[in-house]
């Protein structure tokens, strides 16, 4: 069992399904607001891991999908400051055990990380209104 500090946009359907999905496999979950925490570069780039600059963003953000951010054009000091003043951009969840941190969620790689019922099959970081 892992306590799971988790940053979630609120009422997020998706959001919803992977706290259900992180509780029903025992783990503790510390839900936080991501829109409003108070983000900086240093508490922010750690979700971010090894991870390309296109997959920190959110792309179902309707400013991605419009075309007026580009993730593919901007160098990850670019990228923070954008995510810092427009937190609807990051790709959510993030969530941190301990001193290890991720961005998104997949199945896969969370049940590898700190383990997950079975049925994890369809739980994903994918919005639910793009369904």
């Known amino acids: 069992m892992a306590n799971v500090i988790f940053y979630e946009k609120p009422g997020c359907a998706s959001n919803a399904k992977q706290k259900a999905l992180l509780l029903a496999s025992g783990h503790q979950v510390d839900v936080r607001d991501l829109l409003h925490e108070p983000w900086s ?55 941190r055990v301990g001193d290890h941190c991720e961005s998104g969620f997949d199945p896969a790689a969370v ?17 639910a209104m793009d369904a």
Not at 41 to 57: D, H, N, T
Not at 67 to 93: F, H, Y
């Open 41 to 95: 570069a240093s508490s922010l780039r750690p979700y971010f891991g090894a991870k390309p600059v296109r997959e920190w963003f959110n792309a179902a953000s309707p400013r991605v999908k419009s075309g007026e951010v580009n993730p593919d054009a901007v160098n990850p000091q670019e990228a923070l400051v954008m995510l810092i003043l427009d937190p609807g951009l990051i790709r959510r969840p993030l969530m």
């Open 111 to 127: 049940n590898r990380w700190i383990g997950l019922k079975p049925d994890a099959e369809g739980v994903s970081d994918r919005c």
